[in-house]
């Protein structure tokens, strides 16, 4: 198959053309039996799926274990998907694959971006002096979804000669993440969209995209190593939106390797923690080129292959459909605002606020209380009550419930075991305890769904959130996690 690859479904999703093909007519779609070069790569040939490898080629591909370009010859002639935010990580992934002699195409999500409908004018003083005026979602434009990034994602893939793709996904989005993230909201608890996004909408859309295009794996700049555990494999379905009939998939489960998700290289640039909903079954088809380089070695690697521009590139922290500052005028459009008391622990009135759902556990600004500072320790959503406190012991525990869970192994323990875990992205691991799964208290829940387990720290932790995810590893594996939840 040349660069003009056959687009084979969803043509009408796929709003941006290959920057090598041309704008007047799309390729016709081939089937294997007309298109040789597909037939000897193995798509139609029914081997990907059981894990043989089709060519020589196929068995010197090293699944994102080693750095990139540093002796292997796994990438020869080998189609992959790269998703390209515009950033540096992605880009760097890109080149970082093209020298191993992967066939790379690149490919940016279009995903919807929040614009205030109000705007600064008609936010209320009050409003105002708390969370700032708004400006259209653009105070802090996240580097994921705006033209500009589009263009820049464009920029490098023509430079390197490679083809281009942005894939429309808002309305997935909408449904699986922005939706996720206000229903979530409006019960008073902390949504993670990013492991939300990674799990049901970014790698699926990666491996929607590689089946049109007959690209066998898809690659993102995350910082994580994935490692093949030798002599061991075990039955899952092979994921149906990456082989189906047509593409040799076939039917009933398929023995495949089994793979680990390790922490980076970077420590500092851990992201096993948005991966670790990520199924085993999608492990092996999953390349992260960043996994053994450090944030450094990648700022070097921009400066030396030319790309200056991103050393003075600010990074993006925010959500990637409403930037940071913006996200309390989001939640205000999106769900309102309902003013009730504030109160603290012991029951006195210390205030008003102007919607539960606009803060979290933990949180201190915002508050605007005098003779602080004080900390929010929970809801009475019956009330509308905000109830707050000064001892930061009061939203510290060691015992937290988790559900639904999920183990990358497929295989949750049989008896407890001993992990460091953390509550949220940002906090430093701890010594903890995590037991067996044992069965919910529901009558609408049953099988996987209506498991739970629970995690015991050996030290308190602070501000347990409901809806956030507590993740565990043991030392450099990333085994899993579940949501954390009070009941």
């Given at each position: 198959m040349t660069k003009k690859a056959a687009i084979t479904k969803n043509r009408k999703a796929i709003v941006g053309m290959s920057l090598h093909q041309s704008p007047e007519r799309e390729p016709r779609t081939r089937t294997p039996k007309e298109n040789p070069e597909a037939q000897q790569a193995g798509y139609g040939a029914g081997k990907f799926p059981t894990g043989q490898a089709?060519?020589?080629?196929?068995?010197?591909?090293?699944?994102?274990?080693?750095?990139?370009?540093?002796?292997q010859a796994g990438g020869v002639g080998k189609r992959i998907v790269v998703g390209m935010s515009g950033g540096i990580d992605s880009s760097m992934a890109l080149v970082l694959l093209k020298k191993q002699g992967f066939e790379p195409i690149g490919v940016s999500l279009k995903l919807p971006v929040w614009k205030d409908p109000e705007g600064p004018a008609k936010v209320s003083s009050k409003?105002?002096?708390?969370?700032?005026?708004?400006?259209?979602?653009l105070l802090r434009e996240n580097i994921l979804c705006t033209t500009k990034s589009l263009n820049i994602a464009r920029k490098i893939c023509k430079r390197l000669n490679v083809p281009y793709y942005v894939f429309d996904v808002r309305k997935d989005f909408q449904k699986e993440v922005t939706d996720y993230f206000i229903r979530e909201l409006k019960n008073n608890r902390t949504p993670n969209p990013c492991i939300i996004c990674n799990r049901y909408l970014k790698f699926k859309k990666l491996f929607e995209f590689a089946k049109m295009v007959g690209a066998r794996f898809v690659a993102t700049g995350h910082y994580a190593r994935l490692h093949e555990i030798k002599n061991q494999k075990s039955l899952h379905h092979p994921p149906k939106f990456l082989?189906?009939?047509n593409l040799g998939g076939g039917t009933g489960q398929a023995k495949i390797k089994k793979f680990k998700l390790l922490k980076p290289k970077d420590k500092s640039k851990d992201q096993t923690y948005v991966l670790s909903f990520l199924p085993q079954r999608w492990l092996k088809y999953i390349v992260f080129p960043l996994g053994d380089y450090t944030k450094e070695e990648i700022y070097q690697m921009a400066k030396k292959e030319g790309f200056d521009f991103f050393l003075k590139k600010r990074q993006s922290q925010d959500f990637c459909f409403v930037a940071g500052k913006s996200l309390p005028h989001f939640i205000k459009n999106k769900i309102g605002k309902k003013s009730g008391l504030i109160i603290s622990s012991k029951g006195k009135v210390l205030g008003k606020h102007e919607g539960i759902h606009f803060y979290t556990i933990g949180q201190r600004k915002g508050l605007n209380l005098p003779g602080g500072p004080y900390f929010v320790k929970g809801f009475d959503k019956s009330k509308n009550i905000l109830i707050v406190t000064k001892n930061q012991k009061e939203i510290s525990q060691k015992e937290i419930k988790l559900w639904p869970f999920h183990f990358i192994s497929g295989e949750a323990p049989e008896r407890k075991i001993e992990v460091t875990a953390k509550v949220r992205y940002q906090a430093s691991l701890s010594?903890?305890?995590l037991f067996p799964f044992t069965p919910l208290d529901s009558k609408h829940l049953t099988g996987r769904e209506g498991r739970k387990t629970k995690i015991v720290f050996k030290k308190p932790q602070r501000a347990v959130t409901p809806g956030q995810f507590c993740v565990f590893y043991q030392g450099d594996v990333c085994l899993g996690g579940g949501v954390i939840n009070f009941s």
């Open positions: 089709s060519s020589m080629r196929d068995k010197q591909v090293l699944y994102g274990a080693g750095k990139l370009g540093a002796g409003f105002r002096r708390t969370y700032g005026a708004g400006k259209e979602n082989w189906s009939k010594k903890a305890i």
